[in-house]
């Protein structure tokens, strides 16, 4: 019963695209030392690299030059707090995008050759 009550809440919450808050997880690793690499071009935001949470573990993101979603948007770095994680995510006047790594890898490349 308590299996089928759960699939019927996290389905609803996808429904109504709701968003998690954040994991239950040990603290992360310090962050790494790295030196930032020069700016490609004119309307990059460096995101500094962070740890975030994957499968009950930690992994790295290295820190990366990228252009926001759209204009206006500015990046809100994960943290830990109170036993939690929480994931970053931009953040601006059209409201939350989450974020994805494998979008975000894709869009680094990208973004880094033009």
């Given at each position: 019963m308590k299996k089928i009550l759960l699939a019927l809440v996290l389905g609803t919450a996808t429904l109504m695209n709701a968003q998690v808050i954040g994991i239950r997880i040990g603290p992360p690793p310090p962050p790494r030392v790295v030196r930032r690499p020069r700016m490609p071009g004119p309307g990059?935001?460096?995101?500094?690299?962070?740890?975030?949470?994957?499968?009950?573990?930690?992994a790295w993101h290295g820190g990366y030059w990228t252009r926001a979603?759209?204009?206006g948007a500015s990046w809100v770095g994960p943290r830990y707090e109170g036993g939690?994680?929480?994931a970053g995510y931009w953040n601006g006047p059209r409201g939350r995008m989450e974020h994805d790594h494998a979008w975000d890898h894709d869009r680094h490349v990208r973004d880094y050759r033009h």
């Open positions: 990059y935001v460096w995101v500094d690299g962070y740890w975030y949470a994957a499968n009950n573990r930690y979603p759209y204009e939690m994680f929480y």
